[in-house]
């Protein structure tokens, strides 16, 4: 199923989903001694938001057409 054709309801619970793991991550590297555990936790903060802008992008794209 394409992303354009989503419902919204996909999309908001795609979003809830991320904040939910991006939440997670920080409260696991406050803990974290593990400078490479750190680094990829620090790369999956930036990765989540990324991903979930370029999914809403293409959503919304399709709704134009």
Same mark, same amino acid.
């Given at each position: ?7 919204? #309801?996909? !999309?908001?619970? *795609?979003? @809830?989903?991320? =904040? &939910? /793991?991006? +939440? $997670?991550?920080?409260?696991? %590297? ?9 680094? #990829?936790? !620090?790369?999956? *903060?930036? @990765?989540?938001? =990324? &991903? /979930?802008? +370029? $999914?809403?992008?293409?959503? %919304? ?5």
């Amino acid at each position: 199923m394409a992303v354009r054709s989503w419902h919204v #309801g996909k !999309i908001v619970l *795609l979003w @809830a989903w991320g =904040i &939910a /793991l991006v +939440v $997670l991550a920080l409260d696991v %590297l406050r803990k974290v001694d593990n400078p490479f555990t750190g680094f #990829g936790l !620090i790369a999956g *903060l930036i @990765a989540i938001p =990324i &991903a /979930l802008s +370029v $999914l809403t992008w293409r959503w %919304l794209g399709g709704k134009e057409h």
